[in-house]
Nanobody, 121 residues
Framework: QVQLVESGGGLVEAGGSLRLSCAAS????????MGWYRQTPGKLRELVAR???????NYTDSVKGRFTISRDNAKNTIYLQMNSLKPEDTGVYYC???????????????WGQGTLVTVSS
């Protein structure tokens, strides 16, 4: 059974930094696009950043210049380095894989359990 496990969330003061990790496991053969999404109360889940196996990256405008997404294909892991954090970055951050080919079957739209990031002012 494929799963995504996030880590690295926590409480930080405005201006601080956090690094999130998301590791995929479960007989994985290949993963295409992976990304980070966040959700705050009363709002829809929004894309923060995504990266494909070749390293092409997209960021939402509000995090450009502050967040950096990276990927280690050998470890089936993505990271999100978050710098200059603002209170409005507070939310639950979810890892997503659009499509995972595994030894048992292909999984589509796989989500992690989420990790809470809280930025205090």
């Amino acid at each position: 059974q494929v799963q995504l496990v996030e880590s690295g969330g926590g409480l930080v003061e405005a201006g601080g930094s956090l690094r999130l990790s998301c590791a995929a496991s479960g007989g994985i053969i290949s993963i295409n696009v992976m990304g980070w999404y966040r959700q705050t109360p009363g709002k829809l889940r929004e894309l923060v950043a995504r990266i494909n196996p070749g390293g092409n990256i997209n960021y939402t405008d509000s995090v450009k210049g502050r967040f950096t997404i990276s990927r280690d294909n050998a470890k089936n892991t993505i990271y999100l380095q978050m710098n200059s954090l603002k209170p409005e970055d507070t939310g639950v951050y979810y890892c997503n894989a659009a499509r995972i080919v595994a030894t048992d079957r292909t999984y589509v739209d796989v989500w992690g359990q989420g990790t809470l990031v809280t930025v205090s002012s």
